[in-house]
């Protein structure tokens, strides 16, 4: 059992926008920032989003963040092909002294 | 280019130990700290723990903690991770992870920016 709640999957079509939901605490993301990571399949899990809506460099503006009291939502504008994958949020936790992360959601492109 | 590459995973048994390794390049490995996140098969991530650039400062996930040793050497550009008593549960990929120094309006966003390839630990009997 994770201590960020997310949806287990989600689907869009291409060109379509979805969003991911990542429920957390007071101890975590209440009080803390949220960062969004995407592991494609059979692949290293690469760095999303940071500080629950900034971009790293070569990140697409397709792909943006929010955060609104003990929850946060990765939106995806756009949907394309190669967005499938899974995606984690995670945050810090006061309470267990380190970073906690959502179950993943698995997002799939119809 | 900036890498982290993994080494050490292996399979072994029940009560084993193993050491993890993982060597950075491309950028000034002292000045980050560092961290090692595991995904049991078909699971989720999970974080183990986590060490301060000079390596002073250490946390483990409760999970690990007494049976992992996570550590440093600056001076060859690697990190470590020291497994003990293993059991079927720590059974993952380890992957080491650089944890960034951004910070947005004073806030470390306590982000893990660059990811190594993983190394596949498997522990049965």
């Known amino acids: 059992q994770s201590v960020l709640t997310q949806p287990p999957s989600t689907s869009g079509t291409p060109g379509q926008r979805v969003t991911i939901s990542c429920s957390g605490s007071?101890?975590?993301?209440?009080?803390?920032?949220v960062n969004w990571y995407q592991q494609l399949p059979g692949t290293a899990p690469k760095l999303l989003i940071y500080?629950?809506?900034q971009r790293p460099s070569g990140v697409p503006d397709r792909f943006s963040g929010s955060k609104s009291g003990t929850s946060a939502s990765l939106a995806i504008s756009g949907l394309q092909s190669e967005d499938e994958a899974d995606y984690y949020c995670?945050?810090?936790?006061?309470?267990?002294?380190?970073?906690?992360f959502g179950g993943g959601t698995k997002l799939t492109v119809l | 280019e900036v890498q982290l590459v993994e080494s050490g995973g292996g399979l072994l048994q029940p009560g084993g130990s193993l050491r993890l390794s993982c060597a950075a390049s491309g950028f000034t490995f002292s000045s980050y700290a560092m961290s090692w996140v595991r995904q049991a098969p078909g699971k989720g991530l999970e974080w183990v723990s986590a060490i301060s650039g000079r390596g002073g400062s250490t946390n483990y996930a409760d999970s690990v903690e007494g049976r992992f040793t996570i550590s440093r050497d600056n001076s060859k550009n690697t990190l470590y991770l020291q497994m003990n008593s293993l059991r079927a549960e720590d059974t993952a990929v380890y992957y080491c992870?650089?944890?960034?120094?951004?910070?947005?309006?004073?806030?470390?966003?306590?982000?893990?920016?660059?990811w190594g390839q993983g190394t596949m630990v498997t522990v049965s009997s």
């Open positions: 500080s629950n809506n």
């Open positions: 992870a650089r944890v960034s120094t951004m910070i947005v309006v004073g806030i470390p966003s306590n982000a893990f920016d660059i």
């Open positions: 995670a945050s810090w936790d006061h309470s267990l002294n380190g970073p906690v």
């Open positions: 007071s101890s975590n993301i209440g009080s803390n920032t």
